[in-house]
């Protein structure tokens, strides 16, 4: 991809070629941190907001900061703020809730309002629980809040999980969902894009056990990578 821009492209017209492959109720787990918003921005702009059946698409977040909704943090408020208030019904945006006591209970309730609206509580590999998940990958190699050696990147069982405070910035308490949750979709979708991405895309492509290397549809799992994330023997400038 030549620029952040083109790569932003790219997944949008990924989002709605998923869309249009399904003719019923769609799930789309949406990302936090700053690679997606640029994505975001489109779905909420023509020609894409017009080529998606609002009605019919369900927004969920893969992890959130345990912060207040008006914290500038909060990753589904970032997503609401830019696109998902102006386009999408209320009641088809599923926030993980933060205003509990604490992330387990907050992982708790979002694990539920998952199995109620997939329908049962066993994750078929046939019946994937989303359409979409949308990641992107963090300095260290995380993906959602699944950081290297936090033992929430081992979890089979839970579909969402509390995770004690991040490695990185922002250092704060987390939610997640684990890798059996975010692996049953149709299609994985990573972005990455910028210069500063370049140093763990190359641990990355080199094979190294991090959670982005561990993190697979049952699906599909695509990366879109602009040039200046590339390492420079890839083909970066
Ligand atoms: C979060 C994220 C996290 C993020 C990566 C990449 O809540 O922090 O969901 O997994 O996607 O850290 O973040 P950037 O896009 O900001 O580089």
């Known amino acids: 991809m030549a620029d952040a821009t083109a790569l932003a492209e790219a997944a949008a017209e990924r989002v709605l070629a998923l869309i249009a492959a ?18 975001y921005a489109l779905l909420g702009q023509e020609p894409y907001r017009s080529r998606i059946p609002w009605p019919r698409v369900h927004w969920f977040i893969g992890d959130e900061r345990f912060v207040p909704p008006s914290d500038p943090l909060h990753n589904m408020s970032m997503a609401r703020q830019t696109f998902l208030d102006q386009c999408a019904p209320a009641a088809n945006i599923h926030p993980i809730p933060t205003d509990g006591a604490n992330p387990d209970d907050a992982a708790h309730a979002y694990e539920q309002q998952l199995k109620s609206f997939y329908g049962t509580d066993r994750l078929d590999r046939a019946k994937p629980l989303f359409d979409l998940v949308l990641l992107g990958v963090g300095p260290d190699g995380h993906v ?28 704060v308490l987390r939610i997640s969902l684990t890798l059996p949750a975010l692996g049953s979709c149709r299609e994985m979708l990573f972005e990455v894009a910028g210069p500063d991405k370049r140093a763990i895309l190359t641990r990355v492509l080199a094979g190294e056990n991090l959670p982005a290397n561990r993190a697979h549809a049952t699906g599909e799992t695509v990366w879109l990578v602009d040039n200046s994330a590339l390492p420079e023997q890839a083909g970066g400038d």
């Open 22 to 39: 399904n003719q019923g109720r769609i799930a789309i787990c949406l990302t936090g941190g700053s690679s997606p918003k640029r994505l």
């Open 144 to 171: 959602a809040s699944l950081f290297p050696n936090y033992p929430a990147i081992d979890e089979q069982v839970r579909w969402v999980v509390g995770v004690a405070t991040a490695p990185v910035a922002p250092k």
